[in-house]
């Protein structure tokens, strides 16, 4: 029996230790901040957003991002629509680049819903023209991609005309 | 007696104030009898199946008529024993939801909407007028949800087998509120992108494997639920765990929605006990949709352990319920799907451009021939390439992959060209969808015989999930992942009944590398399992073994070789206890055909132990097994096996039945 023991007990230091190695902290808003907790818990993950000492409600908010007062304040159907666009490019930085280069994907048709566009395809030509625009530098932040493409977007002759919701 | 008072009355014998006395009597004794017509109305009420579902009551193990929530939460009841009490909790909800107390009434409905309405509905509460309009006042924060929510309908999402963590190896399951849109998409699934996702989860507070595992299993977690934007989920899953998602839509009412969502809002705000094998994140998905409809099944054919694939299973077992089938394809996928679109020529160039890591390798004089629409194919191509390989440095703003990912970007925006949508990643490929899989258990019997004329019977049961040979439909390809395998023998010559094999787990996850991607292959067990020695003395072992090594595909994935090193950790369960570290190679072969309705396995295993770590005399092991598989009927399959030792070979033939 007692060489079982030694067995288990090296056997859980091992992995122990293994999942020790994987920690880091929670922070910051976006993503990221979602998914470093998970990453910081490989073996663990199974939710990512366990924050439980906020409402069920007021923690439905759009990201990290949208600060609770805000929420609070004007209610969470108050948050306009450059916010929603804001959480929606937090949460895909990624894909929103890619869809800029591409001039067009979900992130695109997203966008072009919630401003209520009648053209998708144009959203996307006019945003593609713009990339260097919108994306002047490798390493920008979620917020100031999406006030770059609300700038090019409320800016277009085109657009201005087609999306009602602008 | 009424015809009497009115003679009496008539008669003007008796006085007025007596008059009074006895209709206020007859009104008493009305009242006192409608009273006890209306418990017995709450009574019977109380173990409806409606209110049963609402307030998650499941009757009690080994107990005639006692009840017990699967809601934990103590705010989630009215009565201080509703938990265990569905009348006590009736009665208390039926009194308090007829508080004339304005602010804590419309507190409460705005608390329990769904079952407000219930018990509205059914004529059980005192309700005044002013209280109505008050409702609406004060249900600011739900009104909020459910504008954010804004739902036209719901599905369930299934999120694929995901090897790597064990707490998904099993898939997982999460409700997506479908929101209304303001026009309709150019692609099929455009736009989903600000649905609502309702998942139910675990807060795990403990980062010790051992407490997350015994807790896991014993309650210890509270679990919640949460509604998060579904692209956090499609990130998630979809691109940082590279699994496919499968939406089922479900077709419910316009009522039956509006009761899911009160209802959700409900438990939303509370906390159950969440266990990994019975009450988990599947199951709870599916409490929810059992009391936003009443006469859905979902639960009650459900074994001790609820894996998410089967809860799926569960939804097609009620007619009608899914409505459609939607596919969003993980990056991996997305990556091959766009890899499938190229040419060979224009895949050595995708090649060649991610080698040399220049995108603007295209405007190589010796390409200006490549039509324009090519060249965005390509660029397309080596941006999934990015998102898959890299996706979680990408997450983590890594500065050195946004560098190198940047040109490509830059590159593809100066083309001002629109992509046109990949219309393979809108395809929905039936063989993956998990309800179109075998049943999770497999139940073996085996005829064998050996070399030396011994035969004998076999029965092997497998908890779940899937065998590399099993019929792959709705499993991961080039995959075994058996969990809990007990493998009794009974010899016929002697009559010896003797336990062969139990396995807590043992997985086997070939990825055949490709030109694009080099990726390990390995496998992992942990159980009981007995050997022979040269001297065809049988031993048995306790522990653990793992291998790693690698895989390559042929004719078109029909075929795997594969080699792993294997390192084995185990006791020998002997009089002389005693450690015994293994360690050797494992080749093989995998093969299918039509679709794998026939597939082979042959492999080889040389394993070299060292008894108490002793290198002097060490032990070897050589063991070949060849199995032929026959996946005859969806569920029914036959196999041919034979296990070789180079003293002994052992010969069988096996029915498999999965349920």
């Known amino acids: ?166 | 007696m009424f015809s009497q008072i009115v003679a009496l009355i008539y008669k003007k014998k008796i006085k007025s104030h007596l008059i009074l006395a006895l209709i206020a009597l007859i009104v008493l004794t009305a009242l006192n009898f409608s009273q006890h017509l209306f418990a017995f109305d709450l009574q019977q009420l109380s173990y409806s199946e409606e209110w049963m579902r609402l307030l998650h009551y499941k009757k009690k193990l080994f107990y005639q008529n006692k009840f017990e929530s699967e809601v934990d939460g103590k705010d989630f009841f009215l009565d201080s024993n509703g938990k265990f009490d569905p009348y006590l909790e009736l009665q208390a909800n039926v009194r308090n939801f007829s508080n004339s107390n304005v602010s804590v009434n419309a507190n409460l409905r705005c608390r329990f909407p769904a079952r407000y309405k219930w018990l509205k509905s059914k004529g059980v509460l005192v309700l005044r007028d002013h209280l109505n309009v008050a409702q609406d006042l004060e249900c600011e924060k739900y009104h909020a949800f459910l504008e954010r929510m804004r739902a036209e309908s719901v599905s369930v999402v299934f999120s694929s087998y995901y090897l790597n963590n064990p707490a998904s190896a099993f898939g997982h399951t999460f409700l997506r509120l479908n929101k209304r849109k303001n026009r309709q998409g150019i692609a099929s699934r455009a736009e989903e992108l600000l649905d609502y996702a309702i998942n139910f989860g675990a807060d795990i507070t403990s980062s010790n494997p051992i407490i997350y595992a015994l807790g896991g299993l014993s309650g210890y977690f509270k679990g919640t639920f949460s509604a998060i934007p579904y692209y956090y989920k499609i990130r998630e899953y979809n691109d940082y765990e590279s699994r496919d998602l499968i939406s089922y839509e479900l077709n419910l009412s316009a009522d039956e929605l509006e009761r899911l969502l009160d209802h959700i809002w409900e438990v939303g705000n509370t906390y159950l006990d969440y266990y990994f094998l019975g009450e988990n994140c599947s199951y709870h998905i599916l409490t929810l949709l059992e009391a936003a409809k009443v006469d859905l099944k979902l639960t009650q054919n459900l074994p001790f352990y609820v894996i998410p694939s089967d809860t799926i299973k569960e939804l097609f077992l009620n007619k009608g319920l899914v409505r459609s089938v939607s596919f969003r394809p993980s990056a991996y996928t997305r990556f091959y799907n766009s890899v499938a679109t190229l040419s060979d020529f224009e895949k050595s160039i995708l090649k060649e451009i991610l080698k040399s890591n220049n995108p603007y390798l295209l405007d190589k004089n010796e390409y200006t021939f490549l039509e324009q629409s090519s060249k965005v194919k390509i660029l397309d191509a080596s941006l999934d390439y990015f998102d898959f390989k890299f996706f979680k440095k990408l997450l983590k703003e890594d500065k050195e992959i946004l560098i190198l990912k940047a040109p490509y970007l830059l590159k593809r925006g100066e083309m001002a060209v629109v992509s046109p949508v990949n219309k393979i990643d809108q395809k929905i490929d039936e063989s993956k969808l998990p309800h179109n899989g075998h049943g999770s258990r497999r139940l073996g019997l085996s005829m064998g015989r050996d070399d030396k004329r011994s035969s004998f019977l076999q029965f092997e049961y497998k908890s779940a999930l899937h065998d590399i040979l099993d019929r792959v439909d709705g499993y991961p390809r080039n995959v075994s992942l058996k969990i809990g395998v007990v493998n009794f023998r009974m010899n016929l010559n002697s009559n010896n009944f003797h336990l062969n094999k139990l396995q807590l787990f043992d997985i086997l996850s070939l990825a055949p590398v490709d030109q694009f991607m080099i990726r390990p292959s390995w496998s992992a067990s942990l159980g009981y399992k007995r050997i022979v020695d040269r001297s065809s003395l049988s031993l048995s072992l306790i522990g653990m073994d793992g291998g790693m090594g690698i895989s390559f595909s042929f004719f078109s994935d029909r075929a795997v070789i594969y080699g792993l090193v294997d390192l084995d950790f185990s006791v020998l369960l002997s009089k002389q206890r005693a450690f015994m570290p293994g360690i050797g190679p494992i080749i093989g072969l995998k093969f299918d055909f039509i679709e794998g309705r026939i597939s082979a396995k042959l492999s080889h295993q040389i394993i070299r132990y060292y008894k108490n770590f002793n290198t002097t005399n060490p032990l070897n092991i050589y063991s070949s097994i060849f199995e032929l598989r026959w996946n005859l009927m969806d569920n029914f399959a036959l196999s041919a096996e034979i296990n070789s030792n180079l003293k002994n070979n052992e010969y069988l033939l096996a029915g498999f039945y999965y349920f």
């Open chain 1, 1 to 166: 029996m007692k060489i079982f023991l030694k067995f288990f007990v090296i056997l859980s230091f091992s992995i122990a230790a293994n999942s020790a190695e994987k920690q880091f902290g929670v922070g910051g808003c976006g993503l990221g901040s979602l998914m470093m907790g998970k990453d910081g818990n490989q073996v663990l993950a199974i939710t990512t957003n366990g924050t439980g000492t906020q409402t069920f409600g007021i923690s439905s908010g759009t990201s990290n991002c949208v600060p609770d007062k805000k929420i609070k304040k004007k209610g969470l159907s108050g948050v306009s629509r450059s916010e929603e666009i804001k959480g929606l490019v937090e949460g895909n930085q990624t894909a929103t680049l890619n869809d800029l280069a591409k001039g067009s994907g979900e992130i695109i048709w997203t966008i072009s819903d919630v401003y209520n566009c009648e053209d998708p395809l144009e959203l996307g030509e006019e945003l593609q023209k713009n990339y260097k625009k919108i994306v002047p530098k490798v390493d920008i932040d979620a917020t100031e991609l999406s006030s770059n493409i609300d700038k090019v977007i409320s800016k277009s002759d085109v657009l201005s005309n087609s999306c009602p919701n602008l």
